[in-house]
């Protein structure tokens, strides 16, 4: 069984609660909850993309978009309306569903390399229309003075608030998703993954599930795009290009898109690299990624969180051939 | 409803299937009544797969119907089938190889005991117990099929006797009315063979309707109640075994006529 245990679960949960704590107190490491901040936002995509790509075995190309469909949605309504934040956060939600169902219930038809080519031409669509539709969307100057998020009127004014604000959402979102896993839907999935034909003919909706995932990962995405709108307080199209639709790839890929730490690691890991630890390479840091995906494809197939599994079973192999 | 419809679980009629320019079955009319273990018999290539595939809804038939306890099966789609109660097993084993043994059942469950996404996510009260509900009768049917013993191994690693158990038992666990079973026997020896054998009658001794494709002539002899024998598409016999076992027509078909 894919049992996923509590002890991680609380482990996890500690880890979120002491760090930016931790990162207080070492000056090295100061400006670490900032980036966690987006490690957070990361993984809102990223455990919805594990859930479609590794579970159910469909890819995207296009998450970039609904990152950048909730951010703009949040973006446009707060700046231009003044409308209240959580109620555009809402609304984008709505929105980024409405789309991703329109697009998925088509695509999704398509299978392997044509699905793939068809979510990426929605992210270069929708890529194009953040550039051009200037009047709504800023063009490529982007939307700046996006309000702040704030709970019960207490003004969420520092990134330590943040940091917690995200990292609950990602907390909340994970339970809900591995209640999912470890459920009826979740078997249901995974089955989708390895047989459309047996899983049909034992009763299962198969395309109903692929569009439900689908958009249920969509819906993850633009939440993460509100939060991070409310964060950065300014957006841009270069935020939502292709080349983060293919980064989130690399973070499942890296972290295991077949478990849902994976999503988490992986995002953790290329959000410090980028952020952080590849400032030297530069413009070479593209090919730092392609090498990564490059080793992770060719001998970690299962990803980081695969790794022990490997060497488990390589240490095994040894001790029988002595 | 008439009465053959109450006595009839399934009736085939004036189907055709055509592939471009392969007619993959031409009116093969056959009826499966209510309560027998039916046998589809034939060469290679002479539609039997073809014919499980538009039972199931896999093949929209060119022309014809097809009809389940008197209603056409035309407008549904394959999972809407099994929910109705057709269940099927395949030629090649299709079993999710990654999920356990026991896992594999439960999923045959899903149409009896819905969830659905939300209430799973939320792991409200009801997802809670719907979730020991299909444990329990997975559970059930992994010792009625005898693989209780084996309930978390991944199916994979299971001989290929035992998968074919397994795909039987998943099958079942959709709570079928008529059970379809695509040559369960291939592949297996002589004791698997029984083992399956004994395993189909006891589910038709339970009430369930089966409908087999199956070469193994001993396994057809022992078990099946009526017997069809298709050849390019087309019935050429139907009858019970001992008729079909003197046919020149069947033997001819299969033996190639004395010239």
Redo the contacts between chains.
Sequence with gaps: MLRIGKLPIALFAGFIIIFPWVAGKVPAIGNYTDIMVFVGIYCLITIGLGLLMGYAGQISVGHAAFYGIGAYVSAILTTRYGLNPWFCMFIAVLVTGTIAFLVGAPSLKLKGHYLAMATLAFGIIVFIIFNEEIQWTGGPDGMADIPGLSIFGFELDSIEKYFYLVWGFVFVILIFTINVIQSDAGRALRAIHTSEAAANSMGVNVSKFKVLVFVYSAILASLAGSLYAHYLNFINPATFDLFFSIKLLIMIALGGMYNIWGAIIGAGIITFLSYEWLHYFEEFEVIVYGAILLVVTIFLPNGLVGLPGMLKELFVRQKSNE | MNDTTAENILEVQGVVMAFGGLMALFKPDFKVKRGIIKAIIGPNGAGKTTLFNII?G?FTPTEGTVRFKGRSIKKF???EI??RGI??T?QTV???????V??NV??????R?P???MA????LPG?KR??EE?RDRALNILKFIGLADKF?EPADNLPLGQQKMLEIG??L??EPELICLDEPAAGLNETETYVASSLIKAINAKGITVLLVEHDMKVIMNISDEIVVLNYGQKIAEGTPEAIRDNSTVIEAYLGSEA
């Design positions: 199931t896999f789609k394959t999972h099994a929910a269940s099927r395949f299709e079993l999710f190889g990654n999920m356990t026991l896992e439960m999923l045959g469950c899903h149409t005991v969830t659905s996404f799973s996510g939320f792991r997802a719907k979730e299909m978390e998943r099958a666990a959709t």
